[in-house]
């Protein structure tokens, strides 16, 4: 087995098989959405012509949905996937939000909930797409003052409960719409049913990955992890690589890897974020340059999978620094791609 090449075929990095963004987020199951920018290259990338405009229509029109989901962090997902993964993962996301406001000390009881979610919801409706300095000024309105901070609990927490998902692409500002005009009224979904899919989408996406890769990115306890697994029968097995157990599907991707490609790949994306793994294609001396004990990523060159260097998304020449090998061929198809991305 080559876990490299195998990761960068199911993740859709090499010999993409799909051309609409919306297939590539249902295909991954969640995508990392934490740079509000650099989540559409995310996805475009994985795409066979890579649109900023084909990602921003599937985006506006409510295929591609942006909310707080797992481990507390922003992801996209497939407008057919919100219901049944709010139902499977916000009960764990919401314990990490308490967490945090109980570390911060921060106290919001069920009335204020109410109070604050009304202005929510009325505000979002009178918009349409609202950002955050409309929740606020809503707020003032009404006599009442919040610093950002609280304001954004209660925006995670409306996120949870299914009342609040991301509205129109905005170049640099996140909005907020109300998911039942977005996606569709709230539906329910058999759990088991919910994580058999999730897993299934993680597996194949990801592959190859551990329990300890799914258990990481899902968010879910141990238990859920293993029961999705389970769930998969068949379907999934083990494969032992460098004395570590991985899990493979039987339609692992496997041809179509072509030595001398270069990526450049946003920060907080999936070819890192979703395993523990990731000393397979990221040496452990340059972990650093990647991302930080407190979860900050950066962009970073792929070189056959292998991270090997830093770019500079927001610079007109998208400069190059490279950390790792000896790299004298230069990024000139991938910046290409990149700029064709951007204006088409």
Known sequence: MN???????????????????????RHMGAIQAQEYRMMRWAV????????SQVFKLAFDSGQIVRLHLMRGTWQLVAAEDYWSLL??????????????????RVSIGDEEV?????????TAADKGSAVKEDFAQALVTRGITMDEHRLSYHLRMAELSGTLCSGELLPMKATYALSSEKVGPK???????????????????RQPATLEDFVWWSGLNIGDCRRGIALMGSAIHLVKWKGRDFYVTDDCRTR???????????????????????DIVLSPNYRHRA????????????HDGVICGNWA?????????FFMGNHVTDLQDERERYKRFLTK
């Not at 991302?291 to 060159?301: E, K």
């Open 291 to 302: 991302h930080n004990n407190s979860g900050i990523f950066q962009p970073v060159i792929a």
């Open 256 to 278: 179509g890897f072509r030595k001398g490609r270069y990526l450049l790949i946003p920060p907080y994306d999936e070819y890192l974020i979703s395993y523990k793994s990731r």
């Open 114 to 122: 109410k109070r604050i979610r009304e202005i929510l919801v009325q």
């Open 187 to 205: 539906m329910s979904f058999d759990r088991d049913e919910a994580l058999l899919t999730l897993t299934r989408r993680y597996f194949q996406s």
């Open 87 to 104: 139902q499977l993962c916000a009960p764990k996301a919401i314990a990490v939000i308490h967490g945090w406001m109980r570390s911060n």
């Open 44 to 51: 475009a990338m994985r795409t066979r012509k890579p649109s």
């Open 3 to 25: 876990p490299i090449a195998a990761r960068l075929l199911n993740q859709q990095l090499i010999c993409p098989q799909f051309s609409d963004p919306t297939e590539v987020v």
């Open 313 to 321: 998304p927001f610079k007109d020449d998208h400069r190059a620094d």
